[in-house]
């Protein structure tokens, strides 16, 4: 096996500052670890992952095993639990995967198959105050928001069934 190193300082992407990048790969295409780091004014936002490729199956198969976002509007977002994922030409797979912020929770999953969509997305408990970047400082938005995303269709042809729910405050 061997090692990657990449880092990048001082970069723009667009309206996007990126003070610092950092990726390290460590391993064989069969058996690896990722690391990945970006660091901008507004966020930064941390990565690990292990797996490995299967050239038979044509197929990389691993697991997410951390992640955190920390955002100046939405404040800090962190992976509750290691997470599946599968990717393949015209295929992806990803397990439910849940981000939690204090009490409220971010999950979500889905499947990709040959331009099929299925992904599913809730929110739970996540505090109304965390929308307010950006308005008035005499406007402040109260309570919590709850809600469900159903993804499903085709590439060509998406449908998007939304659900909100706003909690009293």
């Not at 889905?110 to 109304?128: E, I, K």
């Amino acid at each position: 096996g061997g090692t990657l190193r990449l880092a990048a300082r001082d970069g723009r992407a667009g309206q996007f500052a990126v003070t610092e990048a950092g990726l390290r790969l460590d391993g064989t295409p069969e058996q690896h670890r990722l690391e990945a780091s970006l660091d901008s004014p507004s966020a930064v936002a941390r990565l690990a992952a292990a797996g490995g490729w299967d050239p038979a199956a044509t197929r990389w198969q691993g697991q997410v095993q951390t992640f955190s976002l920390q955002s100046e509007p939405t404040g800090p977002w962190a992976l509750e639990d290691p997470v599946a994922l599968g990717l393949a030409p015209g295929n992806l797979d990803l397990e439910e995967t849940c981000l939690r912020q204090d009490g409220a929770t971010l999950c979500l999953t889905g499947r990709y198959r040959d331009d099929g969509l299925d992904a599913r997305v809730s929110l739970t408990d996540l505090p109304l105050a965390a929308l307010s970047a950006g308005l008035p400082p005499h406007l402040a938005l109260e309570g919590a928001l709850n809600g469900e995303a159903r993804l499903g269709g085709t590439t060509a042809n998406p449908s998007l069934d939304l659900r909100l729910r706003p909690t009293d405050g």
